[in-house]
């Protein structure tokens, strides 16, 4: 929770170079099992997205349904997701 706003930055950048190159630092800064967690859960969900044409669930489908679950704020409000 304390990167969320950090990550939050990031992603509003207009720049998409410089987006990209910050979220990528962003995550290869994050504590090595939230790293791992987040590379395991990325290729799953890549998988599951390359299947969109069988399980509708295109990237994003998958967005609207794991997003609130996945990136939330600290204090639980889900206006500021």
């Not at 990528?24 to 800064?29: A, F, G, S, Y």
Request: aromatic fraction near 6%; avoid cysteine; charge should be negative.
């Amino acid at each position: 929770t304390e990167k969320y706003a950090d990550f939050i930055d990031a992603n509003r950048k207009e720049d998409p170079v410089e987006r990209m190159k910050t979220l990528k630092r962003l995550i290869h800064d994050l504590p090595e099992h939230h790293y791992e967690t987040l590379k395991f859960l990325s290729a799953h969900l890549k998988t599951v997205a390359e299947n969109s044409e069988k399980n509708k669930m295109e990237p994003r489908n998958l967005a609207i349904v794991f997003g609130p679950t996945l990136v939330r704020t600290s204090d639980e409000n889900m206006t500021h997701m």
